[in-house]
């Protein structure tokens, strides 16, 4: 850390200047002026956290969503966050319900899997995308926003009785605030109002506070929604935290000083490749002076060629003009930022900054596990905070539409369900596979937990399995056996070769 800091402010003394020139710090201080605007966190810590993102919440918003927008690694962040908690078919529903006699009731989960698919595909009020790319936008404005807002909307205009509404995180009034009534009136924090346990109750939506394309910024009335027509997805920081803080925010300092060194460095390349000769007037005999006795400058051309000569009228004296170029250690310090991003968005190194220089199989393998502890942990959050009470909301609605028929009215008998998320591929497919099978074979594991790790379903494999010696059945095939009979094929032609020689060595005898 103290290697980098030093870093840290030689890069910063190459950009102060520049910066400040024209602001009015005092010379000699650019540098520590610069980095106290770097580290002087919008978010202080102290006292009670909303007090804190009442003052600071559109800053800190406003300051991610900017990163989101320029900075590369910012984005490749966002993307790895859509690729590994979400991917690119989503989260598998797979319901859990049970007949009488305690065994899953297919034909019941086949039906509510069917529906909720066909419900899936375009779930939002405004049909612009899929349910897996709202989930992929959702994921991604709880990152840079801290939060996101999701609403259920009813109305018989809706094939299954309901849709989505995403509501962006400026509409709900973080100024509205107001205290506990003597009348019993809740308390509203941050435009949320809470009960006295601190349990949400309704959300105050502004209906326009926006800056917007057809009109100018505007404070609207508020519309109080219930708690219960509202996900608030957030990830807490501290206890009755009311919003959401950016998870961009513990890397904006080390993202800004990696701006500006970069842009310094630039500079220096780009003023050294362009460098030129300069000239001093040494006799104002020849050129005259000003009022002030000063030479006065005359203009005149020279030509530079490639290891050519050069001669200077009277008068004139060459001055060396050498900028400094980039130094050893841009690509030693631009890392060493980078692996400080990469540990405050929980991702390592390697793939966030598309570097496999110097990497072996154990330290990939290392890397790739701890990583995917990270994004279990964000699955299982999605899961837990949008995926099942969206489940919870929608089959009563689709069962109110009559477009999902279940054998009883009572909408609570068919909520048992689990979302399958999605997995990855092995590091080493045939050691792990080889693990896996002594694992099962020993009692030590289960089929279904070793497929789940790859975002498999073991019921859906047994059923292709199924699928498969049907077809191959009725086309007269029987899997494996090619190769078994062609193996013993190989053995016995050796064992034929043997008793050969040993006859023929026999008669020679």
């Not at 689709?398 to 009572?410: E, K, T, V």
Request: charged share 20%; with cysteine; proline share 4%.
């Amino acid at each position: 850390m103290g290697k980098l800091s030093r870093m840290v402010n030689r890069a910063l003394s190459a950009v102060g200047l520049r910066r400040v020139r024209n602001s009015g710090i005092v010379p000699g201080t650019e540098s520590y002026q610069i980095l106290k605007e770097w580290i002087e966190s919008p978010l202080k810590g102290a006292g009670s956290l909303d007090w804190d993102l009442r003052n600071k919440i559109s800053a800190t918003r406003n300051t991610s969503r900017k990163l989101a927008l320029n900075n590369p690694l910012v984005r490749q962040y966002l993307q790895l966050l859509e690729q590994n908690v979400i991917g690119p078919k989503g989260m598998r529903l797979q319901c859990q319900v049970r007949n009488a006699t305690g065994d899953l009731d297919k034909s019941t989960n086949s039906a509510i899997e069917a529906a909720f698919a066909d419900f899936w595909r375009s779930p939002w009020v405004d049909g612009r995308l899929s349910g897996v790319q709202g989930e992929q936008l959702l994921i991604r404005t709880m990152a840079v926003d801290g939060e996101a807002f999701v609403r259920r909307v009813l109305g018989s205009r809706f094939k299954y009785g309901m849709a989505l509404q995403m509501i962006d995180a400026d509409l709900v009034d973080h100024q509205l605030n107001r205290a506990r009534g003597a009348k019993g009136e809740n308390e509203i924090r941050l435009g949320i109002e809470v009960d006295e346990w601190g349990a949400a109750v309704a959300i105050y939506v502004l209906d326009s506070a926006q800056q917007d394309i057809n009109g100018a910024r505007s404070q609207g009335k508020h519309i109080r929604i219930p708690a219960s027509e509202i996900i608030h997805l957030y990830d807490p920081e501290r206890i009755n935290q009311s919003r959401g803080i950016t998870w961009l925010n513990s890397v904006a300092l080390p993202l800004n000083i990696l701006d500006g060194y970069v842009e310094a460095t630039l500079v220096a390349a780009r003023t050294a490749a362009c460098s030129m000769p300069l000239f001093k007037h040494t006799n104002a005999d020849l050129y005259g002076t000003d009022s002030s006795g000063n030479p006065v400058a005359q203009n005149f051309s020279i030509e530079l060629n490639p290891g050519g000569g050069l001669t200077l009228p009277p008068g004139l004296e060459m001055q060396e003009f050498d900028p400094s170029k980039p130094t050893i250690n841009f690509g030693e310090f631009t890392k060493e930022n980078k692996r400080w991003v990469s540990s405050g968005v929980q991702v390592s190194y390697n793939a966030l900054a598309n570097d496999l220089e110097g990497v072996n199989f154990s330290s990939m393998r290392s890397g790739l596990l701890i990583e995917r502890d990270s994004w279990q942990c964000h699955q299982q959050m999605w899961i837990d905070r949008f995926r099942l009470p969206v489940h919870g909301w929608f089959v009563p609605a689709a069962m109110l539409s009559g477009n999902l028929r279940l054998p009883s009215h009572d909408a609570s008998l068919y909520l048992a369900a689990r979302l399958i998320p999605r997995g990855w591929k092995w590091v080493d497919p045939l050691k792990e596979a080889t693990a896996a099978v002594l694992a099962i074979k020993e009692g030590l594991g289960s089929r279904t937990g070793f497929l789940g790790e790859q975002g498999e379903d073991f019921e859906a494999i047994v059923e292709q399995l199924a699928d498969e010696a049907t077809i191959t059945k009725d086309a007269g095939i029987t899997l494996g056996e090619a190769p078994q009979q062609n193996q013993q094929q190989n053995s016995d032609q050796r064992l034929m070769a043997a008793l050969r020689l040993l006859l023929a060595e026999e008669k020679e005898a």
